[in-house]
């Protein structure tokens, strides 16, 4: 039985009776925003169908709201650019204080390549995240920022006109921004950093986050390999399996033709 697990109680305590809305972000069969980026596609995958601990791309289009407009704005920060960042907790508890930032992949979609389990806060417990069956409820708020080449913090908690300083954003009638996949617990991916990845992340190089669709890359999935082994690959945000023979298998030990 699929189980959905609310988010922490620190959490509830920050929520308001409403939720901010992204107009142009879809929504999937279950009621929840799509947040995985199809990085082969250029564009939101049909559903979210990546695990608690599995490597992907997610995104929010902002198109719509007070933010879109705030972006194309002058910088408060002398010679900063505006971005946007997120402030996202889950089930199990808060991420790493400092996996926040999104990168611009296109127009006013922002992003970040993330394995919530590996982006945890120090000394959270993930246990039930990664419990078969389970389904991790990520909840948060998305806000503006402005960074220079050597402050990525130059301004922060940007909250523009209209768009409620602290209010979190869902579908409505909704907690949760979005639902992981059921865990299967065959989808893992291997542990990674930023600096895995070509682009840098405004110079942070924590693990379970990087610059978005940039672990797909030829270049970081050999960085990887090199790293952790190299019978054990990433590929389009799934684990694989090369045998010595050539083979390779998914995690679920079905062979895959190339």
């Known amino acids: 039985m699929k189980k959905v697990f609310a988010f922490a109680a ?3 305590m920050a929520m308001t009776a409403s939720a901010l809305e992204l107009p142009n972000q879809p929504v999937g069969q ?27 791309t997610i995104a929010f289009d902002v198109t719509g709201t007070p933010l879109a407009d705030w972006l194309t704005q002058t910088p408060t920060a002398a010679g900063a650019s505006r971005g946007i960042a997120s ?33 945890a806060a120090e000394g959270e417990d993930y246990t039930k995240a990664v419990t078969i069956g389970e389904v991790l409820g990520v ?8 960074y220079t080449a050597d402050n990525p913090g130059a301004g922060w908690w940007m909250w523009p006109a ?7 954003i869902a579908v409505p009638g909704q ?16 542990e990674f950093y930023g600096s895995d990845a070509s682009e840098e ?12 669709c940039a672990m ?10 090199a790293v952790k082994g190299l019978n054990k690959f990433i590929e389009g945000g799934h684990l694989y399996f090369k045998a010595a023979n050539g083979q390779i298998v998914n995690a679920l030990g079905a062979t895959v033709l190339r």
């Open 30 to 56: 279950d009621g929840f925003y799509v947040v995985k980026w199809d990085c082969a596609q250029g564009k939101f995958a049909a559903a979210n169908d990546f695990e608690s601990d599995e490597m992907a």
């Open 87 to 119: 402030n996202l907790w889950t089930g199990c508890g808060p991420l790493n204080s400092d996996v926040r930032r999104l990168k611009q992949i296109q127009g006013n979609i922002w992003g970040m390549t993330i394995a919530f389990t590996q982006a």
């Open 139 to 146: 909840a948060g708020q998305l806000f503006g920022f402005e």
């Open 175 to 190: 907690e949760n921004i979005f639902i992981t996949a059921q865990y299967t617990g065959t989808k893992t991916s291997p």
């Open 201 to 212: 992340m405004y110079g942070f190089d924590l693990k379970g986050y990087a610059a978005p």
């Open 10 to 12: 620190v959490a509830l």
């Open 216 to 225: 797909e890359e030829p270049s970081a999935l050999e960085h990887v390999k």
């Open 162 to 168: 209209g768009w409620t300083e602290g209010e979190s």
